[in-house]
């Protein structure tokens, strides 16, 4: 008896710690978690995983959305969404635990993706918009920023990392500027929540961004992702990256004289005065130095005010070609390690005397054009002392060195990798549309594009299976030279300009005037996010009455020698902002394009040069950085550029 009774709790036993292994505690992705938001007023979904025929139930406020069992280690449970609104909570239970979901509302959610445009912080854009990010409480508007990873194997099902985060100053700074800009004046206008996935990556192309399947079209880019599927070949990719950069660091860093002499020439003792001089900001080769690879030191001296002794202040040195490292009388105070970051250095107190101090700073310049960016600011602030920077420096060439070879692994430059690792888990996630801001990666490729950019669009739409929901872009805005010469900027625009035409429920928001000729990344995301949710108005919550864009054009006529140009989005009528209608140019029929008169009238523009007797050609804001375009309607949106022929 005593056998049997043994028997029977050993098989008890047994069969508990069986059923306990059976079911492994269900899981879900890192989306759903505390503080999420989900799309109102439509079908959405909850996902994770589970044990092979585990029951799951999902209730909300107490209540069952519905229940599924897990086949092949995963469950979904969809449900109707309710009006926008919480806080609310859902629980999650299986066999073995229960997941709760606290804080969760309902309202619109965004997806917001690009390259470094759209990924640049509220911490990057303080500068201009110095009370938004302290003063800011919107715990209605939260961002999900997906981790910047790639992966080219295959799609990946959740993020390493990621959670929901309100746009309070605790998170704000590493939030998306362009994506909160935009949330704020959507949220405020609807009084709803608003989530943002921001998925982005500096230097991403378009084709980062598409599935394997669609790379099939362009043979080039998919052998590109078939070879990025090779483990071995991406090792040694890296270790060749790798022994050519740590050979070529220790030449640049073992061979400088500033930091081999003693004392280095960061040093407050050092005695500058036989130095060469420059004026900055200036590109090197523009005062005298021979273009080079390699260490440049730098030296300033300022007086401080005895009253700003014993604070802490701030050195701001523009932006930098290419990295730099920064000191006050001999102490670090700040480095940068490439060249479009903003030089902000903050400093603690006690570094700054009374009377002469010196600014120290090693230059590292990689390909022969070292340059401090023209139309920064360039100052030490302190207490109410602002000194500037601008004039006369000391130099001296610590090495010279050979340019540091090209990389051989530039993962984010590459085709497929960041569909896999950042857009693929967010398909499952129902959407109120799109933002995208990119381009800037593709623009020595813009035939390409053409047909890239509207199928990147469509599929996004097959993917998420939401129909044509709204996708908003942004047109790329002025950056670089205002003369003639093209760097594939005007090309890239007027694509961006054939896609909105050739697309449905689409939208683009022009920035022609909004960015900034020195710089790849303009502060003024405000702009940007602003223009866009004027656009979210009208496509995607029904403002039909609403004048979104500026003047897009839509026909050209001939009348002699003058053309006359008919626009969209004339909203209250055409105006030139500030002076004389300007950036036209006109061109016969395979000739070169001359500048030419335009005058606005009954809202076409009508445009000539009296030299040109057949104008069949014309062209606005052509140019890289367009000084001269100021074709605005009286809504006060600016005109896209564009090219047309009769």
Request: hydrophobic letters at 35%; glycine letters at 8%.
């Amino acid at each position: 008896m005593k056998i049997i009774k043994i028997w029977y709790l050993f098989f008890f036993l047994t069969l508990f710690f069986y059923l306990q292994a059976a079911f492994a505690e269900i899981s879900v992705p890192r989306l759903l978690s505390d503080g999420l938001i989900l799309q109102r007023d439509s079908k959405v979904k909850l996902w994770g995983w589970a044990s092979e025929g585990e029951a799951i139930k999902a209730e909300l406020d107490g209540k069952q959305l519905g229940s599924t069992m897990a086949k092949h280690g995963k469950w979904e449970i969809y449900f109707q969404a309710p009006e926008a609104g919480g806080p609310h909570q859902i629980s999650i239970q299986g066999g073995k635990n229960t997941l709760m979901l606290n804080d969760i509302y309902f309202g619109d959610i965004w997806l917001a993706s690009g390259q470094s445009n759209m990924q640049t912080s509220m911490a990057r854009v303080e500068e201009m918009f110095p009370e938004e990010i302290s003063k800011a409480n919107y715990p209605l508007i939260r961002q999900f920023t997906v981790p910047r990873e790639l992966r080219f194997d295959k799609p990946a099902e959740d993020f390493s990392d990621g959670s929901w985060q309100q746009s309070t100053p605790e998170y704000l700074a590493q939030h998306s500027a362009v994506a909160y800009f935009f949330a704020k004046q959507i949220h405020l206008d609807k009084n709803i929540p608003i989530g943002i996935l921001s998925a982005n990556f500096g230097g991403s192309p378009a084709e980062c961004w598409i599935n394997e399947q669609v790379l099939k079209e362009y043979p080039t880019q998919y052998k590109t992702a078939k070879s990025y599927q090779d483990a071995d070949y991406l090792q040694t990719l890296k270790d060749a990256d790798k022994k050519d950069s740590d050979k070529w660091h220790a030449e640049l860093n073992g061979n400088d004289l500033g930091l081999k002499e003693n004392p280095a020439w960061y040093h407050d003792d050092i005695d500058h005065s036989s130095w060469e001089t420059i004026h900055l900001p200036a590109k090197f080769q523009e005062q005298n130095i021979d273009p080079m690879s390699g260490i440049v030191w730098l030296r300033k001296t300022i007086r401080i005010p005895e009253q700003e002794v014993g604070k802490p202040g701030l050195l701001r040195l523009g932006t930098i070609v290419d990295a730099d490292k920064a000191y006050i009388n001999g102490v670090e105070v700040g480095s940068t390690g490439y060249q479009y970051p903003p030089r902000r250095y903050k400093f603690k107190a006690g570094i700054l005397r009374a009377g002469k101090n010196t600014i120290s700073l090693r230059v590292q310049v990689n390909n022969k054009r070292g340059e401090f960016t023209a139309q920064k600011p360039y100052y030490l602030a302190v207490g109410d002392s602002k000194i500037d920077l601008t004039g006369r420096w000391h130099y001296k060439i610590g090495n010279i060195v050979a340019p540091p070879p090209p990389l051989r692994y530039v993962p984010w430059s590459q085709p497929l990798g960041c569909f896999n690792a950042m857009l693929a888990p967010l398909t499952n996630m129902t959407i109120k549309g799109a933002l995208w801001y990119q381009g800037e990666s593709n623009t020595a490729r813009p035939e390409e594009y053409s047909r890239l950019f509207p199928q990147l669009i469509s599929h996004w739409r097959d993917i998420w299976q939401q129909g044509d929901f709204p996708f908003l872009f942004v047109q790329l805005p002025n950056f670089g030279s205002s003369s003639g010469l093209e760097s594939g900027w005007p090309e890239m625009r007027q694509v961006q300009l054939q896609t909105l035409k050739k697309t449905s429920n689409t939208a683009m928001v022009v920035t022609i005037d909004v960015g900034e000729w020195n710089d790849l990344h303009p502060l003024d995301k405000k702009s940007v996010g602003e223009r866009l949710a004027l656009a979210a108005e009208a496509l995607a919550y029904d403002d039909k009455k609403l004048v979104y864009s500026g003047p897009v054009f839509k026909s050209i006529s001939a009348k002699k020698n003058k053309l006359k140009i008919d626009f969209n989005f004339v909203g209250d009528g055409l105006i030139a902002r500030g002076k004389k209608l300007g950036c036209f140019e006109v061109a016969e029929d395979r000739g070169e394009y001359f500048p030419a008169n335009a005058t606005i009238k009954n809202n076409q523009v009508v445009v000539w040069n009296k030299d040109i007797s057949q104008p069949t050609k014309i062209r606005y804001a052509w140019r890289d950085s367009p000084d001269c375009a100021n074709l605005y309607n009286k809504n006060g949106l600016p005109a896209s550029p564009f090219a047309a022929e009769l």
